[in-house]
């Protein structure tokens, strides 16, 4: 494993957080890294080690795919949109998007669609590769489907389905894409790299990604909850159960698309300092205000799901992950970010006002998926509580 610890910024009472950092690498066998923390405003640590591709370090400007951040991402655009009065999170999401309420779906708010509570979690129908391609097969098919149970009374992860439903939903209040808005208001201003949907000029880039070879079907019978589960994460048919199988997320068909649910691609330093310009400005930008973040990140869905998925459960406010008591920590407190497919994460804490973020192309699907970004989490609380 490659380390060019000489480059990295490690600034005063930080030290301990990059020396755990750079203590991880021996437990990847492939792969590569990247770690950053900014701290009211300031880079205070930006970390990367391993390699990008066999033979070739990863470096400062290497990108990869982080799932499930992107989430958070786009969930600080709805807050955006909040702040500056162009979105109602108690109105129906049908205002904005009138074929949205076909199916009895009239009175989904925007609130309970960003809490995961739409009852929308899956298409009825099997998408094909080429449907989830066109950009269009797949917001068609949610805005004439019934839900998948009553909205507002459960709550079911919407792994790639939120992201369809809320770039559309931010089309239709700016006239923008998510990522064409968020490269004008967010990704430019701050000059971090961004994208859903990554422009063929920046492939070489890119990181691909490894499996450590425990994403597997369960082949669950149909209509069961593990089916609905996994359906979530495949389209039907779509998407490979491994994110590293064929039309997954190394298919560069695949990472040029919108797919604002789990397509976001970057490294940690772009993710930390997006959530550095969430809770304090940040090279003249604050993307969201403190209220806004209030709201947003008051629990609503948490416990056990609609499919009865197993404990510990997470726990989400409107968009953001929240933290969970002991099994699940985020920087400082009042926190709220994202975390990814694999082992990926981005996080913020309005008191701390701290951005965090941790990426890895190394995926891991077992009981210490997110152990690495966990570790520095609590390593940095432990800095910052002194």
Not at 30 to 36: M, R
Not at 145 to 166: D, K, M
Not at 247 to 254: A, Q, S, V
Request: hydrophobic content about 40%; some cysteine.
């Amino acid at each position: 494993m490659t380390n060019n610890s000489k480059d990295w910024v490690v600034e005063s009472g930080f030290e301990s957080l990059a020396d755990l950092f750079a203590s991880q690498a021996s437990e990847n066998p492939a792969g590569g890294t990247s770690f950053s923390v900014y701290q009211n405003g300031n880079l205070v640590v930006d970390a990367w080690q391993g390699d990008a591709k066999p033979g070739h370090p990863w470096r400062s400007e290497t990108i990869s795919t982080v799932f499930s951040c992107t989430k958070g991402i786009i969930s600080l655009v709805i807050a955006q949109l909040v702040s500056q009065g162009l979105l109602d999170l108690q109105a129906p999401v049908a205002k904005y998007w009138p074929e949205f309420a076909e199916a009895g779906k009239q009175d989904i708010t925007v609130a309970t669609l960003m809490q995961h509570r739409a009852g929308l979690s899956a298409p009825r129908k099997d998408l094909s590769y080429p449907e989830l391609l066109d950009g269009h097969s797949l917001i068609e098919e949610l805005a004439r489907q019934a839900p998948l149970w009553a909205p507002g009374s459960a709550f079911g992860y919407h792994a790639l389905t939120f992201g369809h439903l809320v770039s559309k939903l931010i089309q239709c209040v700016t006239g923008m894409s998510a990522n064409d808005y968020i490269q004008k208001h967010i990704a430019s201003p701050l000059e971090v790299d961004f994208w859903i949907g990554l422009p063929k000029s920046e492939i070489d880039r890119l990181a691909p990604l490894v499996s450590d070879g425990n994403f597997k079907s369960s082949n669950p019978a149909n209509g069961s909850d593990q089916y609905w589960v996994e359906k979530a994460m495949t389209l039907g048919g779509a998407l490979p159960v491994d994110p590293t199988g064929e039309n997954g997320f190394n298919d560069p068909r695949t990472i040029a698309i919108e797919i604002a649910g789990a397509g976001g691609i970057t490294n940690a330093r772009a993710l930390a300092k997006i959530y550095s310009a969430a809770v304090i400005e940040t090279d003249g930008l604050r993307i969201a205000d403190d209220h806004t973040l209030e709201d947003a990140t008051k629990p609503a869905s948490f416990g056990e799901n609609v499919w009865h998925e197993p404990p510990p459960y997470p726990a989400w406010g409107t968009g953001f992950m929240l933290p969970n008591s002991e099994h699940f920590v985020m920087p400082g407190h009042r926190g709220f970010g994202h975390n990814g497919l694999g082992g990926q994460a981005g996080w913020a804490s309005l008191d701390a006002r701290v951005g965090f973020g941790y990426t890895t192309s190394y995926l891991r699907n077992d009981i210490n998926t997110q152990k690495h970004q966990q570790d520095l989490v609590r390593e940095l609380n432990k800095i910052i509580s002194n």
